[in-house]
């Protein structure tokens, strides 16, 4: 049972260049989620999505994009990374929309870095 | 703005017991979330409430009262395998979790 695999693990990034962080489920759950996590911050959510086909802006979505074809693929884009975009990154997903009383299960994270 | 506190570190010995307590600001409550976090690892689900009294998951137990604002984790007979993160989350009025920074918990022989 896989649950919920993110990929890549880790990535050095050149600034400017364009990167898709891959996020793929089996649980069928509906609703799945982008965080982001930062030394001595509290985990941001960047872009969300309650049903394949519909998306929506988390609390720090400039920079970032996503789509939501099908119920267990949800990649995360960034279209032109920039430094402050250095972070790690945590895939989610729950069976519940918008968060729900579901609890998330996270992906193993992905770790990049944009010099 | 919202905000959720929780302690930044706390050290604890092998064998005790220890609470973390979590404070909020937030636009409406529809329920509070505790997760562990080991280093360089995902966050795990530990817990919910949404409301009053207390939720046990064998050596780890949640509180909530609302009306006298507690609000905590308690873990029991600490190992050592029990250091790690706990992170507080709390639903806001539109389901949207609130994330607090998280609580490192050093676990000592």
């Known amino acids: 049972i896989a649950g919920i695999t993110q990929a890549p693990t880790s990535q050095i990034l050149a600034a400017g260049r364009r990167m898709t962080l891959r996020c793929t489920q089996d649980?069928?759950?509906?609703?799945m989620y982008w965080y982001r996590q930062d030394l001595g911050l509290g985990l941001r959510l960047i872009h969300y999505?309650?049903?394949?086909?519909?998306?929506g802006k988390g609390e720090v979505p400039d920079g970032y994009s996503v789509s939501r074809a099908n119920t267990d693929d949800f990649p995360l884009t960034l279209a032109s990374a920039v430094p402050s975009q250095t972070s790690v990154y945590f895939c989610?997903?729950?069976?519940?929309?918008?968060?729900?009383?579901?609890?998330?299960?996270f992906g193993e994270g992905s770790r990049l870095t944009v010099l | 703005g919202q905000n959720i506190d929780q302690p930044t570190e706390m050290t604890a010995t092998e064998g005790a017991i220890v609470q973390i307590n979590c404070t909020y600001q937030t636009s409406g409550f529809n329920g509070l979330f505790w997760y562990q976090q080991h280093a360089g690892e995902a966050p795990t689900f530990l817990s919910y409430n949404v409301l009053d009294g207390l939720e046990e998951k064998g050596r780890f137990s949640s509180f909530l009262s609302r009306s006298k604002g507690y609000r905590y984790l308690l873990l029991k007979e600490l190992q050592m395998k029990d250091s790690a993160s706990y992170l507080c989350a709390v639903m806001d009025s539109n389901y949207q979790l609130i994330w607090g920074a998280g609580t490192k918990l050093i676990i000592k022989p």
């Open positions: 989610a997903s729950s069976d519940s929309g918008s968060g729900g009383t579901g609890e998330l299960f």
């Open positions: 649980m069928r759950h509906n609703a």
């Open positions: 999505s309650n049903t394949a086909g519909t998306t």
